[in-house]
């Protein structure tokens, strides 16, 4: 009896020390799985894509995309001159604002913050462009940790560059140069650290001023340079999609009636009529950031490419790929479908930058 108390011991020892094993292994590879070459920011970045993915908006995408170009122009380079370790590292212990703007300041003494209110139809990258700064460095400053902290009405520390040296000159006052250069006179004496009064020959740093005389020609030339070279510049930065579906196209990108409420609103992509169950290709190559259910989508991928692009396939009967997949352009990555707020058999095609809506049809060969 004795020695079959041992064996059951044995047996039943023997046995928790297998599960152990198989349960250390199914958790090595799912570790595996999750270790995907994403850090904490790709994962946010891409949090905050999917959270604020719309169909259908009340109001077109500002400055950013239009309707008859679809033309959008970033500085695609601008994280060259920053070390994104160390900003990641930032991120995970929790530096604080003042660290990270002296940080700045330590390479170009011209970076100072903005407070700014988060408007209706803003989003990261939209602000990112307005103030001439990067969205990891809004995220870094603000400790952003999920997409709910960019909701319209928080306001937000946006580090910037904007603004323009100024000398002082014979009679200036520090409130007429703020008020001639669309400034504050705090900001000015913040930033430049002054505690007696100006004097002539002095050159100060004016945070987010605007040289007066070109205040509003600068529009103008601007928009001059961009009709002028635009073409050209967007052409050589603008990344090929192929056609993920062929098919009669329904509805256009842009303005149009709701089918559902029949009012005006802004579509965000284009819808290509398909039979239910006809294969949908992936336009380019990319990683699955998203394959599930979206409210008003159905069943959607959504891929991100290289540059910050986004392309979105929508009412599928069945999506193909996992999130987290790399993918080819050309590769099945669903079956269409009329999941989601659909009125018929149709895919739901749209092509982004980062969140900002472009026009597919100037992007497709």
Known sequence: MKGRSVSITTILVAAVIIALALFGSLSARNDERRDDGMTGIDRLENAIIIEGLEMDSETPPAEDGDEVGGVILYDDDFMLSFDRKAKQDRV?????????????RAKDQRWHVSDYTIKRGDNLWSIARKFGTHHVIIININGINNPDSLRPGRRILVPTRNGLYYTVRKGDTLSGIASRHRTGVEKILS???IKTAIRPG???FLPGGVAPVLRHAARRIETSKVARNGSAD???????FSWPARGRITSSFGNRRDPFTRTRRFHSGIDISLDPGTPIFA???G???FSGWKEGYGNTVVLKHERGYITVYAHNSSN????????RQGQQIALSGMTGLA???HLHFEVRKYLTPLNPLRMLR
């Open 92 to 104: 995970n212990e929790g530096g604080s604002a003042e660290s990270i703007l002296k940080d700045l």
């Open 191 to 193: 930033h430049n650290g």
């Open 202 to 204: 002095m050159k100060i």
């Open 234 to 240: 967007a052409e050589s930065a603008r990344m090929v």
């Open 283 to 285: 336009a380019a190559n």
């Open 287 to 289: 990683t699955v950031i």
């Open 320 to 327: 193909g790929v996992p999130e987290g997949e790399t993918v």
């Open 343 to 345: 009125t018929g058999g």
